[in-house]
């Protein structure tokens, strides 16, 4: 597989599934037989809700937000629906195998097996030949939100409509980082898990959250303290690294801080930090990833159980700090620090100011 061929994230329901970052089927077009996942971790990551319209309201309040209309409802809710049986397979525990369908007793599987296994229809060809037209239209590689309706009653076969097209605006500049060059002594992080490419040079402020404060119980008001540090450096055209366990942006208040993009909006690197209790898998949301690889905004993750990541936390706990909430601290350093991102092998640092 190359970066060029692409990733397609696949959710039974509605979209939102997708959008939020929630367990989801994800697959390359070029190659849409090929897996990378043990018959024990497809169903451990297999979808376990989705999304639809909730017709049975008749009042709708507006003022619930986009949730006002949706029901979300565990995939088991859709067995007898023949129509979707295309999209899961079967756990044989007898023979350690997976079968297309759901024409036999056993845990289920949302795999979409015979859509991209057997072709029917031709999704993975379908989706190729589109992201191969966008992407030269737009002269840039493209994210694009589509949706399959597999109902053949008005057109004779199933219909895939492209909803909407995002161009991906990237640094085609290479910046390369040789980790046998890092020392732990003047870098204040090192990953191996990065998104981003280039180099960060103007950062002097730092919002994040302390391991030993974070609790999942509270990141709500977390994330209202971000926000309110967010909105005062945005009023100041003060661009800030921001740090803290779990996942930033999740819709599940307890896997990290729940803030939207606009809490966030003045960020120009973020760090996600796994706890040795507490690892997550970096965020998928497509909308929050939209905004982070268009404008190159460094998104980086350290694994406590990676030895190689790095983070040093008593740096940062002895930095002066200009503000202070429950849980979060706003710390500014006289001279920047130096962000260095390798795009090529998902590698960053982080340097401690010079000065």
Known sequence: MKPEDGTALLAIGLGK??????????FCPRWPKARNQSLPEMLDSSQ???????????????LEGEKATLVRLEVG?????ELLDACFSTFDPTHQTKRPGRSFPGPRIVDFAAILEYNRPPLAEALRTV????????STPVEMEFALDLTEEEVGAPTLSLLQVKPLVHDTREHRIDPDTISPEGILLYTTQA????????????????????DRTKTEVMAAEIAAFNKALKAQNRRYLLI???RWGSSDRFLGVPVDWNAISHVRAIVEVGLPDFVIEPSLGSHFFHNITSLNIGYFTVNPADAAHFLDLRYLAALPKEKSGS?????????PLL???DGIRGLAVIEKPKG
Do not use: W
């Open 17 to 26: 599934a997708v959008v939020d970052g929630e367990q989801v089927f994800r």
């Open 48 to 62: 376990r809700f989705f999304y639809a319209v909730d017709l049975r309201k008749n009042d709708i309040s507006l």
């Open 77 to 81: 809710e859709t067995e007898g629906n």
């Open 131 to 138: 992201l191969s037209i966008m992407s030269h239209a737009f």
């Open 195 to 214: 998104m981003g490419n280039g180099t960060i040079e103007d950062i002097h402020d730092i919002i994040y959250i302390s391991p030993e404060r974070f």
């Open 244 to 246: 803290g366990p779990g």
């Open 327 to 335: 849980f979060a601290h706003l710390c500014r350093t006289d001279c």
């Open 339 to 341: 962000v260095r991102m």
